[in-house]
């Protein structure tokens, strides 16, 4: 059978089985188209089991080399081995069985985990976290004797918090809390309990939270200078990265830029973030200004897409997952000989965190930074006055000769 026939029939298996259409085609782009294009880089169609496990090893050395996080390594290998299942045995597993799991779940929990799980359209990242916490959950009520969760009353959620408070630390009890809330909430509206315990799950739990650090001005550079802009790519790249380094642009917000964000006129770039979906007005600085120019006139390739980012080889579409371009930027760091760790967080969203520094550091207000970095949480933005760095000065850049027609 053709890899994308059989991924075809699991994607209608899953809305055969209660999830929405557009959460099953938002999990092709996001963790399955990646297994047909392994197939097809390699010249085949045909689903081999054999590549299959070729195609999870190659996950599981881009997660060794830090060049994907530990939810995109999860989530990829959660398709992956789903359907290698649906080949063998014509079934849909809504979780993949964890190797090794310590949380082993009776008929009764397994089955409410499950329906949890399919009750939304989760993202595939959210997914791992919502199972982690259903499973241990219900494996700790398993080992405490209560076999109905209608039994666990405000008393025993309590007491398992508490156990979690002696076990984990303050950030993983915190997003225990938040999937919690989110279980019961489902529980109730299921008439599986009487109570969504709302009021008790409305009390706030602190996290901690880590500063990663910001790019330095060296390692961008030299990033840069290792980029030939005599190439199509080239010019794409760097445009992208100076997008993210100068206007601290997120790499899903580049990645969905489109003609008509770039207003040549007025000398702005304005966009809805996808995070936040809130509109951000920035303006165009004279290196971004040029490189999105070179790009644009020189690189880009002619189509009907209206994204301004396409990719480089046949078929000239926009990209599917922003992840790309942050594997993009590892790979021209490897070629700068900058030396990077797994989850060091130097990848590109250091790049946005640099330019909320210079910001902050240069003496503008925290609510300014707050509206220009798009952030709907004044705490987000407070991160950038622990960072240090140089302010990098802005001017304005001359658009003549650069006609409005380029936008449309």
């Known amino acids: 059978m053709k890899v994308q026939a059989l991924i075809d029939q699991v994607l209608d298996e899953a809305m055969r089985l209660g999830q929405k259409p557009h959460g099953a085609y938002r999990n092709y782009w996001a963790i399955y188209n990646p297994i047909v294009t392994f197939f097809r880089d390699r010249g085949l169609d045909e689903y081999s089991p054999e590549v299959m496990e070729e195609y999870i090893e190659w996950i599981a050395e881009k997660r060794r080399k830090g060049k994907i996080n530990r939810g995109r390594h999860s989530a990829l290998t959660t398709a992956a081995r789903r359907v290698a299942h649906f080949e063998r045995t014509g079934t849909y597993l809504w ?13 009764y929990y397994t089955e409410l985990m499950n329906e949890f799980l399919a009750s939304d359209d989760f993202h595939p990242n959210t997914v791992e976290d919502l199972e982690w916490v259903a ?15 209608r039994l666990a009353d405000q008393v025993i959620i309590q007491k398992y ?7 984990m630390k303050p950030t993983s ?7 919690l809330r989110k279980l019961y909430r489902f529980l109730y ?54 997008l993210g380094y100068v206007l601290g642009m997120r790499a899903v917000d580049i990645a969905k830029l489109r003609l008509s964000d770039i207003h040549w006129a007025s000398g702005e770039i304005c966009f809805v973030q996808k995070k936040t979906g809130k509109t951000v007005t920035l303006p165009i600085t004279t290196d971004v200004g040029e490189a999105l120019q070179d790009y644009i006139l ?23 997952d922003p992840a ?23 990848g590109f969203h250091s790049l946005r965190r640099a330019a909320g520094k210079r910001m902050v550091t240069s003496g503008v207000s925290v609510n300014t930074v707050a509206q220009v970095m798009g952030h709907t949480n004044i705490d987000s933005t407070k991160k950038y006055i622990a960072l240090d760095g140089e302010h990098l000065a802005e001017c304005a850049l001359d658009f003549s000769g650069i006609e409005s027609e380029v936008a449309t």
């Open 298 to 320: 020189n690189g880009r390739p002619e189509t009907e897409y209206e994204q301004i980012f396409l990719r480089a080889l046949p078929p000239f579409r926009p990209f599917k």
């Open 135 to 149: 499973r241990r959950y219900f494996h700790w009520l398993q080992a405490q004797g209560i076999t109905d969760v």
């Open 161 to 167: 918090l508490h156990s979690c408070m002696e076990e």
């Open 189 to 242: 509206d299921k008439g599986y309990t009487e109570d969504s315990y709302e009021a008790f799950f409305a009390f706030k739990i602190c996290r901690e939270s880590k500063l990663f650090p910001a790019a330095e001005d060296e390692t961008v550079n030299a990033v840069l200078n290792v980029i030939d802009t005599q190439t199509a790519i080239g010019k794409r790249d760097y445009a992208i990265i100076l």
């Open 324 to 346: 790309c371009i942050g594997d993009q930027f590892d790979v021209y760091c490897e070629r700068a000989g900058i030396p990077r760790k797994a989850w060091d967080g130097r």
């Open 173 to 179: 009890v915190y997003n225990v809390h938040l999937y």
């Open 95 to 107: 979780n993949v069985a964890k190797r090794g799991s310590r949380y082993e779940l009776d008929a």
